[in-house]
């Protein structure tokens, strides 16, 4: 069986009204190397019977945002069907389904079972601190260490 397509987005998707909320996490996405995240995880390979599987790339930033948000799996599922900023990072139409949580569960056992999980969060660690993000818990913090050169200024008169 084949991995699901995820590349078209639907005609509803054309109708979102953009908003900065919405855009949190496009740079974080923009900034990562998914096409070296994608060699990591070459080795998975879709079932060849039943229902299509989820694209690893797709599930693995499904990973990254429970880890972020300090989401549990059940937790995970609903915040990708309701959440509009979780689905654009992802990468799912909103007239596509969401993995329901024992998916993202088989998902993360596949990796800690080939030694991939701690290996692509690392990669991802660093991808990130090299350009100057750091990720914590329910946030993305991008620190601008650029060092500017500030005027002298003159102490105000009569402040001691």
């Given at each position: 069986m084949a991995w699901k397509n995820l590349k078209q987005l639907?005609?509803?998707?054309?109708?979102?009204?953009?908003?900065?909320?919405?855009t949190e996490l496009d740079e974080v996405n923009a900034l990562i190397d998914w096409v070296r995240i994608e060699n990591f995880l070459s080795n998975?390979?879709?079932?060849?019977r039943g229902e299509k599987s989820w694209p690893p790339v797709m599930m693995f930033k499904a990973l990254l945002l429970q880890s972020w948000y300090g989401l549990s799996d059940p937790g995970l599922e609903k915040q990708l069907a309701r959440d509009l900023l979780f689905r654009r990072f992802v990468g799912l139409s909103l007239a596509e389904?969401?993995?329901?949580?024992s998916s993202i569960w088989r998902f993360r056992q596949i990796l800690e079972k080939n030694g991939l999980?701690?290996?692509l969060?690392?990669?991802?660690n660093n991808q990130l601190a090299e350009q100057g993000l750091i990720v914590r818990a329910g946030e993305v913090s991008i620190i601008d260490a650029s060092v500017?050169?500030?005027k002298n200024c003159r102490p105000n008169k009569g402040v001691d």
């Open positions: 639907g005609l509803v998707d054309g109708f979102l009204i953009e908003h900065k909320a919405l998975i390979h879709a079932k060849p389904s969401v993995p329901d949580h999980l701690t290996k969060q690392e990669d991802i500017i050169e500030a």
